[in-house]
């Protein structure tokens, strides 16, 4: 892509404005806990110190609006503290420039790697930052330092307090997050009706997750509900999948293949009731049609085989799930679904024993999350694995801290008052890859010349006096928090106005604010854009790196659910499960890096865009096929498939092989994959082994999208799929 088209549409990406579902009673909770802390800071200590506080209870608010599963009251206190300490010792070297600047950038050094933590910490870290430029310039004495540190941190003190005292639907992210999981399954059931290898994106469990990890504190408080549905939403998908896959379920005409969607369909609804029940903490409702679709005996006569065992094991999976929905503890749940005790134990049911991480419902063991404490050794060890020469992290943080120090410079150079805003603007718009540093320069610089004119409009019309000015600041944060999601432009809007009335407030002349705000902001954003054309941190060379680790976790993933056909009593479900999780993650790694490689301005220097479209879908269909075959999974009792473990050990081997190929620019080679499975056909004394057809069918599928992803890194030439299936989403 050409320099001219990515400046393009990374602008439209940022002045973009997105519909959103505001939550009016957090912003309104924000916006409290600002004019209390503006208005304490008012009478006690004037009007410097309260704009000083002000930013601290600002900032807190925004924190608790971070994507994050850790408690909103710790992110409030963890924002609100780094930034008095950030503004105490800015202070302490402010009126010396050469320590003032080598502070600066080692702060901004560490803010930048505090990426390696995750986007939160990020996000927090480089918000202190900028503010704490912003804040050294209002103390006078090293003690009003101290007593404007000291502010701010009670402002994060009394954000947490709010959130403690005026919850919020509590728990409202992770039923969320869990509801989310739920309505995706459910999409995924009425999907597969139609297209029975329709695309499944696991992002959404990946998340649930996430969500499901707390710390021993928490694990005392959480609801029924949001203990362990997550862990029978991960095994639902492979049960569904194999139910409608033609290649191990039923034919893809006929009357099993229109019970099938019958059963689907239903599925689909009872999940969808399940998720609105987590999500407002409701009763679960469920349709009568549903429930007779789903406990008739029908199962029992139209399907067969490895279909009957998937609808019955369909059957105890939902029935699971809307017990923990309602979060009653008991059977009822299942018994309104139709569940059979009397019947003989699903083998299913005996060969995936509930991951530990499932059975939080039953008190038996949950994931924990480290504590606060606990988590800096963890975030430090996150640091030092970012220190390396192609880190993107470890670039970002060495652009970072040198912008800021040079944008530093520039304000000062120029004939203004508030030099701090070019590093400023700087520092809130730079991020590790190109697209959001650039669409956030134009949005930031967009949003700055709307919110202070219009704020400047207010001012020259009104001539508000301290009291109004504050007043008027409180409501451009309410506005802020209440728009917060609609874009990044939306929100600088009314950060630029906030700012203009808080120093207003201080004493700042506003007529000389406008022009200031204005030229150092566009300062700062031009300093971010050429700091990423000077020392980038392309994406597009590292496609195949990614590309290869997707293939290396999705064989380790097909292996791993082979070799358990091969030693079925061996206790290997918990290497099952981590390699899935794995390949998920990996999968994860590799969409997010073509989505930030789409819009950089390099040349062709990784994989082309349709190789690319094509070993998605190929790598997609891999883990499926693996997929299908944990569905059925032998319980410990069954005999071990002959050929089984030659065809887990070519597998794990030649993937491994294979990856190191992508990265070499080289096509794979699946021969090994091959002939394990021809030797597995015929083998040597001429006799056919006894294997399980669902096994022997699902080789097939391994060895079928292995060679359609060598097929589609072939760049000299074979069949390639149109652009039209190119395009769709992976499938998997």
């Known amino acids: ?106 702060w901004t050094f560490a803010a930048g790697m505090a990426w390696a933590a995750g986007t ?27 007593a404007h540190a000291g502010m701010i941190a009670v402002g994060g003190l009394i954000q947490a307090s709010l959130v403690v005292l005026f919850p919020v639907r509590r728990w409202g992210a992770q039923r969320d997050a869990l ?116 406990r008739t005996p029908d199962n029992e006569v139209i399907l067969v085989g490895p279909a009957r065992r998937a609808a019955d094991r369909l059957d105890a999976l939902l029935s699971d799930v809307i017990e923990i929905a309602e979060g009653a503890g008991t059977r009822a749940a299942a018994e309104r679904l139709g569940s059979r005790p009397s019947q003989p134990p699903d083998p299913y049911t005996a060969a995936h024993p509930a991951h530990p991480s499932d059975l939080a419902h039953t008190g038996v063991e949950t994931r924990r999350r480290p504590t606060l404490l606990r988590l800096v050794p963890v975030i430090l060890k996150a640091m030092r694995r970012e220190l390396h020469h192609g880190s993107p992290i470890l670039r970002h943080a060495i652009r970072v801290s040198v912008v800021a120090a040079v944008g530093f410079l ?90 203009v009335f808080l120093l207003g407030m201080a004493g700042d002349d506003w007529s000389q604010t406008v022009l200031e705000r204005v030229v150092l902001t566009l300062v700062g954003g031009v300093l971010a854009m050429v700091s990423y054309a000077l020392y980038p941190a392309w994406e597009t060379p590292r496609l195949r790196n990614r590309l290869a680790d997707w293939l290396a976790s999705d064989g380790r993933y097909a292996a791993t659910v082979v070799a358990q056909y091969a030693d079925p009593t061996a206790d290997s479900h918990e290497d099952v499960r981590t390699a899935l999780l794995a390949t998920r993650e990996a999968r994860v790694a590799w969409q997010e890096a073509l989505a930030t490689a789409q819009h950089e301005p390099v040349r062709h220097r990784g994989i082309s865009r349709s190789a690319a479209a094509d070993a998605q879908h190929a790598l997609a269909e891999l883990g499926r096929s693996a997929m299908l075959l944990e569905a059925h999974l032998p319980a410990a009792s069954a005999a071990p498939v002959p050929g089984a473990a030659n065809l887990a050990e070519a597998l794990h081997r030649a993937t491994e092989q294979g990856a190191r190929a992508v990265r070499e620019r080289r096509v794979p080679d699946w021969r090994q994959v091959t002939e394990a499975v021809a030797h597995w056909d015929v083998p040597p004394d001429g006799t056919a082994p006894a294997a399980d057809p669902v096994v022997r069918k699902g080789a097939a599928l391994l060895l079928e999208a292995l060679e359609e992803f060598s097929q589609a890194l072939d760049e000299r030439g074979g069949s390639r799929r149109s652009d039209v299936t190119r395009s769709g989403p992976p499938r998997g």
């Open 1 to 106: 892509m050409s320099w001219l088209r990515a400046l393009k549409e990374t602008a439209r990406e940022g002045l973009t404005i997105e519909r959103s579902s505001p939550e009016p009673l957090i912003a309104l909770r924000g916006a409290v806990g600002l004019a209390l802390v503006i208005g304490v800071s008012l009478a006690l200590f004037g009007p410097v110190i309260a704009a000083s506080s002000a930013f601290g209870a600002f900032q807190a608010a925004i924190a608790t609006f971070e994507r994050s599963w850790r408690p909103r009251p710790v992110l409030a206190l963890v924002s609100g503290a780094s930034l008095g300490v950030s503004t105490f010792l800015g202070y302490l070297v402010g009126s010396q420039t050469i320590p003032f600047m080598g502070l600066l950038a080692l």
């Open 179 to 294: 509801a989310d999981a739920l309505a995706a399954e459910a999409d995924y059931a009425r999907r597969l009706r139609q297209d029975p290898v329709a695309p499944f994106d696991p992002l959404p469990l990946m998340t649930a997750r996430n969500a499901a990890a707390v710390t021993p504190r928490e694990a005392r408080r959480r609801p029924a509900e949001l203990h362990g549905a997550r862990g029978v939403a991960e095994r639902l998908r492979p049960v569904l999948a194999s139910l409608a896959d033609p290649a191990l379920g039923v034919p893809a005409e006929g009357l099993e293949r229109v019970w099938v969607r019958e059963l689907l369909g239903a599925a689909g609804s009872v999940l969808d009731a399940a998720a609105r029940a987590v999500r407002q903490g409701d009763p679960v409702h469920l349709a009568p049609t549903d429930l007779g679709v789903l």
């Open 120 to 146: 939160t910490g990020g996000i927090i870290a480089a918000s202190n930052v900028a503010i704490m430029l912003v804040t050294v310039t209002l103390p006078t004495s090293v003690a009003d330092a101290a």
């Open 410 to 499: 520039f304000g000062a150079a120029l004939p203004y008052g508030h030099g701090y805003w070019a590093p400023m603007a700087a520092v809130m718009v730079m991020r590790p890859d190109f697209s959001q540093t650039y669409s956030r320069s134009v949005a930031r610089f967009g949003g700055t010349l709307i919110g202070v004119g219009l704020a400047s409009g207010i001012v020259q019309a009104v001539h508000p006096g301290v009291t109004l000015s504050a007043v008027l600041a409180v409501f451009c944060a309410w506005l802020m928090y209440l728009l917060m999601g609609t874009g990044y432009v939306v929100g600088q809007v009314c950060i630029s106005a906030y700012v």
